[in-house]
């Protein structure tokens, strides 16, 4: 029987791998709400992307993607919680405003270099900007 790698399982389900163009490319922000439809698209995608790769793995620990790591060359990116009560995340045209000096490290994976893992550090709290579909900015806290 031929062993595949986890790399190769997860492009199978759509995900560009380590070394893809896309994913060292500046992401093109969304003119919102002119691009409300485009933007609509790109979300409806990351949901059908998340959607595949959950049912063939499951990421207790919650999950997220950001549109290069489908070949979408746009600033968007969804953010399951570990919690499966928990609503996802959306977020369009992403930018973080601040970070705690504060962090935390964790065994962690990427989608998109699957067969790399290690520990990752993380501050314990960040601020994100992002923007609505209906073209306004929003700033929201999360802390770990």
């Not at 919102?32 to 207790?60: D, K, T, Y």
């Not at 979408?72 to 919680?81: D, E, F, H, K, S």
């Not at 995340?89 to 067969?115: H, K, Q, T, W």
């Not at 790399?116 to 900007?129: A, D, K, S």
């Amino acid at each position: 029987m031929i062993q595949v790698r986890p790399s190769e399982q997860m492009r199978g389900l759509g995900v560009v791998q380590r070394g893809a163009p896309v994913l060292a490319e500046s992401a093109r922000a969304f003119d919102l709400p002119a691009e409300r439809e485009a933007a609509e698209q790109v979300i409806g995608q990351l949901f059908s992307a998340m959607e595949r790769i959950g049912q063939v793995h499951p990421f207790a620990k919650g999950m997220g993607l950001a549109a290069p790591q489908i070949a979408i060359g746009r600033a968007a990116a969804v953010v399951q919680p570990p919690s499966p009560a928990a609503p996802a995340i959306v977020l369009l045209n992403p930018r973080i405003a601040d970070r705690s000096n504060d962090e935390d490290e964790r065994y962690e994976g990427c989608l998109s270099f699957f067969d790399v893992r290690g520990q990752v550090p993380r501050p314990l709290r960040i601020t994100v900007e992002t923007t609505t579909l209906e073209g306004r900015l929003v700033t929201t806290t999360y802390e770990l």
